[in-house]
């Protein structure tokens, strides 16, 4: 490691191998990470024990979205020479203060987290969903603090499971390391604590939703692997065609002369969010509001601005397909770098609460 990686403050982020990126990862959390490599100490994880979370009867799909993520990290911009890819299931202190942590939350806690409650409704877990499912934002809270990470980007779904970040990194200072619970949590490392208190970086949009109907509730839904709504960035342009084509808009507009809802419309929030060109859009939601453009017209548009900012991330990943040993051996090397920095933190963790026998 390096002087300057040395000061560089730590960054932690990660996906679960759940599926490939999306358009929501991107401007949610991605995007950000991909331009704060140069600034942070970046560590990017892919959870794959929370994939077993909903996945655990299919191994072998986690196993193949583990290297799907792996090439979409590397395509988006992810640099290696930078930035450290791991692999949650090899970091065995994760797993351990993953166990300390769960001491610091009492059990009603975890189930008031609200986006326990969505995934629970949005993803059908019923009442079945395991006891593992539960601890998953506790684990969360052990990717980041075993990183003693000072920031983290992510969208507007991880906010309760950062405020749980901070409650237990502020209690495992209070507790062990002696600091003073009026501390500012900007103060918490100065005054001897073993964790920072971790920001939470949401992107320029901190929930972007997918492209079906509303769910139960009437909301539109978050794009999600899970939720069959969303567009990839390694989607080819005549995926992205069918997807947008097929797009949910204004349900109660049967033909281009009714006048359209632009409100809560997902074509619309895709054009406010992908489509630099403002003018275009203000006028076409007039004439959209007027009936006096299609549908199709619009989708068209919206296209031609999706493929632009995807098919470049798709070429580059092609490349990635025909060299998995490269992919691979990215992911092992920076797994083995995490699991020394993790080890550290443990044996650090473990002497604040007087846990270090030998
Ligand atoms: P799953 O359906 O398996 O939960 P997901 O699509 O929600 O998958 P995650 O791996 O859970 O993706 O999330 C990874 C990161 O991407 C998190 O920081 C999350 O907040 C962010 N993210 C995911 N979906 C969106 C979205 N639609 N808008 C903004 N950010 C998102
Ligand atoms: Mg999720």
Redesign the pocket.
């Known amino acids: 490691m390096t002087e300057a990686t040395k000061q560089k403050p730590r960054l932690v982020?990660g996906?679960?191998p759940?599926?490939r990126l999306?358009l929501?990862?991107w401007?949610?959390?991605v995007e950000n990470r991909v331009q704060m490599q140069d600034d942070y100490d970046c560590y990017f994880l892919i959870a794959n024990i929370q994939a077993f979370t909903?996945r655990m009867d299919k191994p072998a799909e986690v196993h193949q979205n583990v290297m799907e993520l792996m090439m979409d990290y590397l395509a988006v911009g992810i640099d290696p020479k930078r930035s450290t890819i791991f692999l949650q299931s090899e970091i065995a202190a994760i797993a351990e203060l993953t166990v300390f942590f769960s001491m610091f939350v009492p059990f009603p806690r975890v189930m008031r987290n609200p986006t326990i409650k969505d995934?629970i409704r949005d993803?059908g877990l019923g009442e079945n969903y395991p006891f593992g499912f539960l601890l998953y934002p506790i684990s969360q809270v052990a990717d980041i603090l075993a990183f003693l990470s000072q920031v983290v980007p992510?969208?507007?779904?991880?906010i309760p499971h950062m405020e749980l970040t901070r409650e237990v990194a502020r209690r495992f200072n209070q507790l062990y390391c002696g600091v003073d619970p009026h501390t500012e949590d900007a103060d918490y490392q100065k005054q001897g604590g073993l964790f920072p208190i971790v920001e939470t970086k949401l992107?320029r949009?901190?929930?972007?939703i997918g492209t079906g109907a509303p769910g139960s509730d009437g909301n539109l839904l978050?794009?999600?692997?899970?939720?069959n709504n969303a567009i990839f960035l390694s989607d080819d342009p005549d995926t992205i065609k069918k997807k947008v084509m097929n797009m949910y808009t204004d349900p109660n507009r049967l033909k281009a002369t009714d006048k359209g809802t632009v409100e809560n419309n997902p074509l619309w929030v895709f054009h406010d969010t992908f489509n630099p060109d403002t003018a275009w859009i203000e006028e076409a939601k007039n004439r959209y509001r007027e009936g006096a453009i299609g549908d199709v017209e619009c989708k068209r548009c919206l296209i031609d601005v999706l493929v632009a900012i995807i098919e470049p991330i798709r070429q580059r990943r092609s490349q990635f397909e025909h060299d998995l040993h490269y992919v691979k051996k990215v992911l092992q090397e920076g797994t083995e770098k995490a699991n020394v920095v993790a080890a550290k933190t443990l044996l650090l963790a473990k002497e604040a609460m007087k846990q270090r026998y030998f």
Do not use: A, P, Y
Request: aromatic letters at 0%; a positive charge; charged letters at 30%.
């Open positions: 982020s996906d679960t759940t599926g999306h929501g990862h401007v949610g959390s909903t995934e993803k992510v969208g507007e779904d991880q992107g949009t901190r929930r972007l978050k794009m999600s692997k899970s939720l």
